[in-house]
């Protein structure tokens, strides 16, 4: 999984608690996304970062939030997990805004 | 925004057939098209991309071709092995993110 983790890999929460998602890399790229996959949708991209500190939306963004502190993490976090939260999600790294690495994925359960 | 259309969204083969997955882009300015290759319970895998200056792309048994006039591409498996069952997403490029297909789950049978 190209020097991808990610944390936990799987997680069941309860409505209305804080969640949060880690992803590291050890290959030092400097953008990295985060991605939720669905049924029926495939895969739909919450946040990127272009580097420490960096980060923008994406399609699905509402309700997540980003943190980039240094090159190798990125955070997800979920203030307040809905249901509709229940996902697998994924973090992807790459060195040039094309070629995307994925990891071996998050499968969240909000209860 | 760019939208891409994945067909068929399921597929049997026997082994050594080949397969084709074709997909549909909105976006004309769209310029990169990677294909991804995901086992259960495992992340998406990098398996071949094209950038919008090349026609076709050819790695070993995988072959991606790019009509950016229809703007349509397609991934080619040949000699197909029971090890290529998998789900296979397309995407294109659009500004800096990455639009998937919905996927084709792709069972190749011995």
């Known amino acids: 999984d190209a020097g991808i983790t990610q944390s936990p890999r799987h997680k069941v929460t309860e409505t209305g608690t804080p969640v949060t998602l880690r992803c590291h890399q050890t290959e030092n790229h400097r953008y990295m996304y985060w991605y939720r996959q669905d049924p029926g949708h495939g895969l739909r991209l919450i946040h990127y970062s272009y580097g420490v500190k960096d980060t923008d939306k994406g399609e699905v963004s509402d309700g997540y939030s980003v943190s980039r502190s240094k090159t190798e993490d990125f955070l997800l976090t979920l203030e307040s997990a809905t249901s509709s939260q229940t996902s697998v999600y994924f973090c992807?790294?790459?060195?040039?805004?094309?070629?995307?690495?994925f990891g071996p994925g998050t499968r969240l359960t909000v209860l | 925004g760019e939208n891409v259309e994945q067909h068929p969204s399921t597929l049997s083969v026997q082994e050594g057939d080949s397969a084709v997955i074709k997909c549909t882009y909105s976006d004309s300015a769209s310029n990169y098209f990677p294909w991804y290759k995901q086992e259960l319970g495992k992340g998406p895998q990098l398996i071949i991309d094209?950038?919008?200056?090349?026609g076709e792309k050819k790695d070993q048994r995988i072959a991606v071709t790019l009509n950016k006039t229809a703007k349509h591409f397609s991934l080619h498996i040949t000699e197909t092995q029971p090890e290529d069952s998998a789900v296979y997403f397309c995407?294109?490029?659009?500004?800096?993110?990455?639009?998937f297909g919905k996927g084709t789950t792709l069972s190749v049978s011995s």
């Open positions: 995407a294109a490029k659009a500004g800096t993110a990455l639009i």
């Open positions: 094209i950038r919008s200056n090349v």
């Open positions: 992807a790294i790459s060195p040039n805004t094309d070629t995307q690495y």
